[in-house]
């Protein structure tokens, strides 16, 4: 299993910014997804989880309410929709899969990982 994040880049303060993650060489709807990140000198954080079909979603308390998480299974595509975005959303952006049908919050239950996209936002 393979994944592929992309759609990083640099916007300013309250812009909106969309990532895309696909995964190759297995089926998304058997995983549950999640979106970490990791700004500089800081660990990697939980950001957004979602379960295989789509139901059930979570999200980090910074980002709740400005963020979005969706997938479409039969396009093997996991989406992170961000609005307001602040500088302290700032990071490189990983998305995650887990071979089971819920996502948590934990960076170790998760077994594949995207080699992550920059996400930068200018005050």
């Known amino acids: 299993v393979q994944l592929q994040a992309s759609g990083g880049g640099v916007v300013q303060t309250g812009g909106s910014l969309t990532l895309s993650c696909v995964l190759s060489g297995g089926t998304l709807s058997s995983f549950a997804m999640g979106w970490f990140r990791q700004a500089p000198g800081r660990e990697r954080e939980f950001v957004a989880g979602i379960g295989w079909s789509g139901t059930m979603t979570a999200y980090a308390d910074s980002v709740k309410g400005r963020f979005t998480i969706s997938r479409d299974n039969a396009k093997n595509m996991v989406y992170l929709q961000m609005n307001n975005l602040k500088p302290e959303d700032t990071a490189v952006y990983y998305c995650?899969?887990?071979?089971?049908?819920?996502?948590?919050?934990?960076?170790?239950?998760?077994?594949?990982w995207g080699q992550g996209t920059q996400v930068t936002v200018s005050s």
């Open positions: 995650a899969s887990r071979l089971t049908t819920s996502a948590t919050y934990y960076l170790e239950d998760y077994n594949y």
